[in-house]
């Protein structure tokens, strides 16, 4: 049987972002890296009816969403002063599909039921899909979601003396599709009509309504998941608590995520202080021209056409 890497040299291929190769698996482009660890889950994880599986297209608010679901998982585990939150990057309490549970899905922590993935609807284990797990799917506005994960790679490419591609190139790849587990609109539309046709396993969010009203989210994921926050606790102010613990104002001042590394000693390895930029909604127009954000505004419309979703 061809090895994983043999698959992947013969799959379609564009220059990526970030300099090294991209392929298109199963519709959508990725490294190699992610690519083989996404084969790998698919072939060996084993998803229980307990799992709760935070999914996201890169730089949607991926790294608030798990530090909100991990603190209504561990609330009762947990007081305001020992969360592992203060010490650890969200990214390292909530394994992620590809990297951490790729070879097996015993490799972890028996009592955390969440795991995260990247992956489009369409790439996820079969298991995850077949079994009464819950999704909590996050997406943001394109205009953003590009901003965003422009300047983490251009960061990312600078930390290795790397030069980072011009904006104007990045916004015509993502443009074409091609950027990290894109097309982006794909990926959301994966999500939204799975979670249509199946509203009570998947949880459908948008990063601006949720920075709108935090308080409300957190209660609605809370419910959903499975954990809801009884009398006392809402009497008590817990849901204000884990809002104001898990606010990027607190999570980008803590010292863990100022001078803290993420994955040390893999290849995949990044500062933590990367994964929080701004946070903010409507941020791309400081970056993208008029005419960048009509366009990307006319892909939107032409992509989400009938769908009744609006981003």
């Known amino acids: 049987m061809a090895s994983f890497k043999e698959i992947i040299s013969t799959l379609p291929r564009r220059k990526s972002w970030y300099g090294d190769d991209t392929f298109l698996y199963q519709g959508f482009w990725c490294d190699t890296f992610f690519i083989e660890g ?16 935070i999914c996201s297209a890169m730089k949607t608010g991926t790294t608030w969403l798990k530090s909100l679901t991990f603190a209504i998982v561990t609330r009762s585990t947990f007081d305001d002063s020992t969360n592992p939150l203060f010490n650890n990057l969200s990214h390292d309490c ?13 490799n972890r922590d028996p009592k955390n039921p969440l795991l995260a993935t990247h992956a489009p609807y369409c790439s996820l284990p079969r298991s995850i899909i077949d079994s009464s797990c819950k999704i909590v799917y996050i997406c943001r ?25 011009a904006l104007e190139e990045a916004f015509e790849l993502f443009c074409q599709g091609v950027s990290s587990y894109g097309p982006y609109w794909d990926h959301v539309l994966g ?14 969010l948008k990063y601006e309504e949720m920075i709108e009203d935090t308080i409300l989210y957190v209660k609605k994921i809370a419910d959903f998941i499975g954990y809801p926050f009884s009398f006392e606790e809402l009497e ?12 990027f104002e607190n999570l980008s001042n803590l010292e863990v995520n100022k001078s803290g590394k993420h994955r040390e000693g893999t290849p995949a390895v990044i500062e933590n202080k990367m994964y929080f930029r701004k946070g903010k909604v409507g941020d791309w127009e400081n970056y993208l021209t008029p005419e960048m954000a009509a366009r990307l505004d006319s892909i939107t419309l032409q992509k989400l056409n009938g769908s009744g979703l609006t981003l």
């Open 191 to 204: 999500f939204w009509k799975a979670s249509l046709d199946r509203p009570d396993k998947i949880l459908f």
């Open 94 to 106: 909530v394994p992620l599909l590809e990297v951490d549970l790729a070879q097996s899905s015993t």
């Open 38 to 53: 996404l084969m790998r889950a698919q072939q060996n994880f084993r998803s229980q009816p307990s799992d709760i599986v």
């Open 236 to 247: 008590k102010g817990s849901v204000e608590k884990i809002v104001n613990m898990c606010s």
């Open 141 to 165: 506005d394109p205009k953003d979601s590009l901003v965003s994960l422009y300047h983490f790679f251009a960061r990312y490419l600078a930390s290795k003396d790397m030069k980072p591609p």
